[in-house]
């Protein structure tokens, strides 16, 4: 199934910069998650959002800020990174508790 | 928290062969997931499996629930150019809060044709 899409699919910013990743799910689905995914590491779990309640912030720094307002749609607003943030960062959808799809993700560099 | 190890880390391949990758992990799981993520885009799904013991196949690829609940494999047979890409194990205990996904780092693929 490919009824997850990411945009943008690269950015680049600045450590003074604001900007915002967003993910949109066409598959019914009622959770969403956002993943982090460095090299050599395996994915990390960052936030996850049932029926637009956020469940899960696995310890996340205060400088991704996610936002959920409905069941389809997922942004992560990004402010005062730090170069090490530098990542693909992935969003998946699934019903609750079931399989996760995931979109093609963002890689995001912090200059 | 639970971990995965998956292995191998990195295979090199001629055209043709047959490929076997693993994941063991240190507790149970429910379910276990084998996703492909190939250069630039996000991972996804191959095979899933709900049942230990339980043997799925999808297209060349099989994969295996271990009987343990702590182990699962997957398999490629007849190994094409375009099976390039890193291959990840996922598990999923399931139930109440245990919805969350543990994944292997991955087994980087390349098939020399």
């Known amino acids: 199934e490919t009824g997850v899409t990411q945009t943008p699919r690269h950015l680049v910013m600045g450590m003074t910069n604001k900007k915002s990743l967003k993910c949109e799910q066409h598959l019914g689905h009622n959770a969403m998650y956002w993943y982090k995914q460095s090299a050599k590491k395996p994915l990390e779990l960052m936030f996850v959002?049932?029926?637009?309640?956020?469940?899960e912030n696995n310890s996340v720094p205060s400088r991704f800020s996610p936002e959920c307002p409905n069941s389809s749609h997922l942004f992560l607003h990004l402010h005062t990174l730090q170069p090490e943030d530098s990542a693909l960062y992935l969003c998946?959808?699934?019903?609750?508790?079931?399989?996760?799809?995931f979109g093609p993700g963002t890689r995001l560099t912090v200059l | 928290g639970q971990q995965l190890n998956q292995s191998p880390q990195s295979m090199f391949i001629q055209e043709g062969e047959d490929v076997s990758m693993n994941c063991t992990s240190s507790s149970i799981f429910n379910t276990w997931l084998w996703y492909k993520q190939e250069p630039g885009e996000g991972p996804v799904l191959l095979i899933a499996?709900?049942?230990?013991?339980e043997l799925t196949s999808n297209g060349r690829l099989t994969a295996q629930f271990g009987i343990t609940r702590k182990d699962s494999f997957l398999n490629i047979s007849a190994s094409i150019p375009s099976d390039v890409g890193i291959y990840f194990c996922a598990g999923q205990l399931g139930g109440g809060s245990n919805y969350k996904l543990t994944f292997g780092k991955g087994t980087l693929l390349t098939v020399n044709p």
């Open positions: 499996l709900y049942k230990a013991g």
């Open positions: 998946a959808s699934s019903r609750i508790e079931d399989t996760q799809y």
């Open positions: 959002y049932n029926f637009k309640e956020q469940t």
